[in-house]
């Protein structure tokens, strides 16, 4: 399919077409080559900066535990502290272990019996405390725990005012009942505290809450984020989860910090129901983040959180557009400098194609005495211009000839057509003539035979009527009605032999003219079809608009109009609507318009209408609208045929005058 258009287009086209077709797809390929590699590696370097950012964020973390773990040890076993277990001054020991804490930048720190009784706290000794199972404080190592709001008052109730954590309701969170986190998350570590002989005089146990620990979670960022470390305007972020809920962090929602919010649930169903590490682009609060997430396991293993490193993407984004338009414009215009050169060069070589292009169209459009001419080219397209100016001199001297003796033979042959032409219509005229003559002279002696059969059963019919009333005298009043219908009936029949008679030699039935009113004449006419009306579902419409008399023969206009609405009635034999109008025409006629909703007039039937014997019914005879319309034009007036306009139906319109023009037909 391309090779055969390519075969189609012009010259010029097809050069510039084969020096631009390489560099329109190559450019454009090496194009999208170029930016979706672009745009993976820059994927894959954002996945490789969060990654390691994610590691030196899981590094300090880390390093947050064993520095809980060796604050801890290394308060166990302080002289200090053995010194004060000895002196037995609780307040002294509290105050001691105040110091340690804020020595060790711990947030409690709680000392225990060997039975797991609390001895004495940083923050105020409860006698009478429950008692720690001791096998949770055997348990070297610091470890992330969570921690019910009951043992955090028991551990240490100075912190439960940071741990309650409304939850904010986030776009793409999974849903949820809850309201509020109320739980604490801590990096508890606890260490023995042993006697001079080894023995185990008490347990040590102290902890960091990492609900609301804002210092702890900036510190995270200033150290993966340090300033300048992030281009283009992006920023970066951290944040520790307990569960999916932001207790700490740095992302902002609305110039506050966003704990509370909570993670997508995507990353939600990766990191903590399938415990993998999350490295991809996800919706943070308001805006699209490059992310890290991992999860973070308690002691016995549970994932109980994730830690969060990432950084806003919309700057790479952007960076990937400006090169994706930078690259689209260095491309454009390369292309549009290639073009500009293919086109200079092509030039040379088109340029004399199209100058005897030019040439042959003026040629074959009758301007012989087009040429070439010089062309610029001196290789073989020149050469080539030459030949065929010789060639078009050549074609030129021999037309001229063949054009001379051409005008010789066309005009003998014009002069034998002539007089053929002239033989052909005299000829056809006599047809015309010959057959109109015969069609009339048939229709003639058919309807004077018919009139003449018909009329001598009419005349028996009324000649026995009479005698019957005759005979039957006085009783014949008994039958009046009947009688004076029989007689009406009679005269109809006698009218329409009459009429055929008259349509057989019009000259010789000529009608009385009359100034009638066309409304007038309409109901009259109705009123002889109301029979058919009856039998139908035949809505009748009036518009009478008509203001001026017609003048013709009373009878001979209501067997038009009759004819007309008998053909409407038969047309809607289901029921419709019948519409009667008048209204003045042409400044001196009345226009009688008689319209059915039936399903119209075929077009092939349009056409043939006022022939006669032309009929579209199976029991007409195709004589009513050709003898309807030779009585109307006799009068100088006019009866036409169309379809309605606005939708179904057919319309018949009988234009008459109001001082008619009586014209006699020829006689058959």
């Known amino acids: 399919m391309f090779f055969a258009r390519f075969e189609q287009l012009p010259i010029r086209r097809k050069l510039l077409t084969l020096a ?57 076993g302080s002289v ?164 999916d809920v932001r207790i700490t962090t740095n992302v902002r929602l609305f110039n506050e910090r966003a704990i509370g919010t909570r993670v997508s649930q995507q990353v939600h169903d990766a990191v903590l129901e399938r415990g993998g590490t999350w490295l991809d682009s996800a919706f943070v609060v308001d805006d699209w983040y490059v992310s890290a997430y991992q999860p973070l396991a308690d002691r016995a293993g549970r994932r109980v959180g994730m830690l969060y490193v990432g950084f806003l993407e919309r700057p790479f984004i952007w960076l990937k557009y400006g090169a994706l338009a930078t690259i689209a414009l260095v491309f454009a215009v390369v292309m549009a400098v290639a073009a500009r050169l293919a086109r200079r060069w092509a030039s040379a070589i088109y340029r004399p194609l199209e100058q005897m292009t030019r040439t042959m169209h003026l040629v074959e459009g009758g301007t012989s005495q087009a040429r070439v001419g010089t062309v610029e080219s001196r290789d073989e397209l020149g050469a080539l211009a030459v030949h065929l100016d010789h060639l078009l001199d050549t074609i030129d001297e021999k037309q001229r000839a063949l054009q001379r003796w051409g005008e010789e033979l066309d005009r003998k042959v014009a002069e034998r057509t002539a007089d053929l032409a002239a033989s052909n219509a005299s000829l056809k005229a006599a047809q015309e003539q010959l057959v109109r003559s015969e069609k009339l002279a048939a229709i003639g002696q058919l309807t004077a035979s018919i009139a003449h059969e018909v009329n001598n059963p009419i005349a028996v019919i009324q000649g026995n009527l009479d005698l019957l009333r005759e005979l039957l005298g006085a009783h014949a009043d008994a039958a009046g009605a009947e009688l004076r219908l029989i007689d009406e009936q009679i005269e109809r029949m ?6 055929l008679l008259q349509f057989a030699r019009p000259t010789e039935y000529a009608g009385y003219v009359e100034a009638l009113d066309p409304t007038e004449a309409i109901e009259d006419s109705l009123v002889l079809v109301g029979h058919l009306l009856a039998r139908t579902r035949i809505e009748l419409r009036r518009d009478w608009r008509a203001t001026r008399r017609v003048g013709i023969n009373r009878s001979e206009l209501q067997q038009v109009l009759i004819n007309l609405l008998v053909n409407a009635i038969h047309a809607m034999p289901d029921g419709g609507t019948l519409t009667l109008a008048t209204r003045d025409w042409n400044g001196d006629g009345v226009e009688i318009a008689i319209a059915d909703s039936g399903p119209g007039l075929p077009a092939q039937a349009l056409e043939r209408l006022f022939r006669p014997f032309f009929t579209t019914k199976r029991e007409g005879t195709g004589l009513g609208l050709w003898i309807s319309r030779g009585i109307v034009e006799r009068y100088g007036g006019d009866l036409r045929g169309a379809n309605v306009a606005s939708g179904h139906g057919a319309v018949f319109s009988v234009f008459l005058r109001t001082e008619p023009r009586v014209e006699a037909a020829p006689a058959a």
């Not at 006698?494 to 009429?499: D, E, H, Q, S």
Request: overall charge neutral; hydrophobic content about 50%; charged content about 20%.
């Open 20 to 76: 631009l077709l390489p560099l329109a797809v190559m450019l454009p390929l090496l194009a999208v080559i170029l930016l979706a590699w672009g745009s993976v590696t820059l994927e894959r370097l954002l996945i490789t900066k969060v990654r390691s950012d994610l590691a030196v964020a899981q590094g300090y973390f880390d390093r947050v535990l064993g520095e809980v773990d060796a604050g801890t040890a290394a308060i166990a």
């Open 80 to 243: 200090r502290l053995h010194a004060a277990l000895a002196q037995s001054e609780p307040r002294a020991l509290q105050a001691l272990l105040h110091n340690f804490r804020s020595e060790a930048r711990l947030d409690f720190l709680n000392l225990h019996d060997d039975a797991g009784r609390l001895r004495a706290t940083d923050w105020g000794w409860q006698p009478g405390a429950q008692a720690v199972p001791v096998d949770a404080l055997h348990e070297a190592g610091a470890a992330i725990e969570i921690v019910a709001p009951e043992r955090l008052a028991r551990l240490a109730p100075h912190l439960s005012e940071r741990v309650g954590v409304p939850l904010v309701p986030t776009r793409g969170a999974a849903p949820t009942m809850r309201t509020q986190e109320d739980r604490a998350m801590l990096v508890l570590a606890s260490a023995p505290v042993r006697a001079a002989d080894g023995s185990v005089l008490g347990h040590l146990q102290g902890g960091v809450l990492l609900n609301r620990n804002l210092p702890f979670i900036d510190h995270i960022n200033e150290i993966v984020y340090p300033d300048g470390s992030l281009p283009f305007g992006s920023r970066g972020t951290a944040t520790l989860f307990l569960g």
């Open 494 to 499: 006698r009218l329409i032999v009459t009429r």
